[in-house]
């Protein structure tokens, strides 16, 4: 399995920027798609992006050009860089990985692995 710790969240005011970071601790990292969720209270948890094995990165439509996923590879830790946030944007997130590649992707059943998840606030 997989561990994965994520940090970074925190209240914010609305336009403003948050980067979380999820320690990804495996040996083989990069053998495996990660994941950034969200789940909003009372609502079910949604797929913000990914990262496949081959680097490649998609976004959710309703975070696109203002969201950005990260990969440090010598600290293994995954980033979300968030600018311009919204208030739609509070929620709980998740960093979660699969090595079932072809599961990479916008359900979370496709995922094996998950993070106890770090609270955004966006306030207006």
């Known amino acids: 399995h997989v561990q994965l710790v994520e940090s970074g969240g925190g209240s914010v005011q609305a336009g403003g920027s948050l980067r979380l970071s999820c320690r990804v601790s495996v040996s083989s990292a990069n053998d495996y798609c990660l994941g950034w969720f969200r789940q909003a209270s009372g609502k079910e948890r949604e797929w913000v992006g990914s990262?496949?094995?081959?680097?490649?990165?998609n976004y959710a439509d309703s975070v696109k050009g203002r969201f950005t996923i990260s990969k440090d590879k010598a600290k293994n830790l995954l980033h979300l860089q968030m600018n311009s946030l919204k208030s739609e944007d509070t929620a709980m997130y998740y960093c979660a990985a699969t090595r079932r590649v072809q599961k990479c992707g916008i359900s979370s059943s496709g995922y094996d692995d998950w993070g106890k998840g770090t609270q955004v606030t966006v306030s207006t």
């Open positions: 990262l496949d094995s081959e680097r490649r990165i």
